[in-house]
């Protein structure tokens, strides 16, 4: 069941939100072809202490980093490594998120690397749209896969695929609160939405098929085909109003 929270409680989580959402524009814009992923982990933790809010991700689960970055057929959770140089022609899937004053922020976004070829910045565009079509349907009174529903819907006619394994989440004290949120599903199915749920909405789509694999470091997970992948994510609050990003710099 969700925890639904007040609005005062949205006020306080729009920062740690608001904060995620800084922190990653600002990695997007350092993206620079020869940079190791490392020099973008440093510069989430600086960020961070800039912000006074505390990465959100680092120690969780045992996991080392600040942010995720997953490269071309990482579909999420890469760990960043001195030794990992992006390159030219990459698409790089950024994940980060902060707690602050108590309460979580989580988002993503793909960010194409120089000279990206036409088809890779399709799949980028249409992992964007999906997560736009898939806030839309976070009203209050539809049911959960109805964001499902629109999300994979969308995806698979554009040709693409959802990955089934990682799903998106409900977060607000704790990073994950349930209920988990599924990227592919049956419309008019799963609980009913309610004014007061926040929600970290989050497809990962593949180019070729759905299925990932996770490599031996436990975290890095890939495209069991070598196929391209991209990832958005937002955090959302379901107000009387519709839904209302809270993962946006302002
Ligand atoms: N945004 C991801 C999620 O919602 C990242 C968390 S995994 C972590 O699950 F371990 F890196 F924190
Ligand atoms: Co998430």
Known sequence: MAILKSLEEIKIMKESCRITALVLQKLKESIRPGMTTSELDMLAREECVKYRARPAFLGYRGYT???????????????????????????????????????????????????????????????????????????????????????????????????????GHAIGRALHEDPMVPNFGK????????????????????????????LKDKWTTVTVDGGMSAHYEHTIAITENGPIILTLPE
Not at 187 to 214: D, S
Request: glycine share 10%; aromatic share 6%; with cysteine.
């Open 187 to 214: 419309p008019g199915t799963g609980e009913t939405l309610q004014v007061g749920m926040t929600l970290a909405i989050e497809p990962m789509v593949n180019e070729k098929r759905f299925e990932v694999k996770v």
């Open 65 to 167: 980093a600040a942010v995720c970055v997953s490269i071309n057929d990482e579909v999420i959770h890469g760990i960043p490594s001195p030794k990992r140089v992006i390159k030219n022609g990459d698409i790089v899937s950024l994940d980060f998120g902060v707690e602050k004053d108590g309460f979580y922020g989580d988002s993503a976004l793909t960010v194409p690397v120089g000279d990206v070829e036409a088809k890779y910045q399709r799949l980028i565009d249409i992992t964007r749209n999906a997560l736009e079509k898939g806030i839309a349907k976070a009203c209050a009174g539809n049911r959960l896969h109805d964001i499902s529903a629109a999300i994979q819907g969308y995806v698979e006619k554009n040709g693409f695929s959802v990955v089934r394994d990682f799903t």
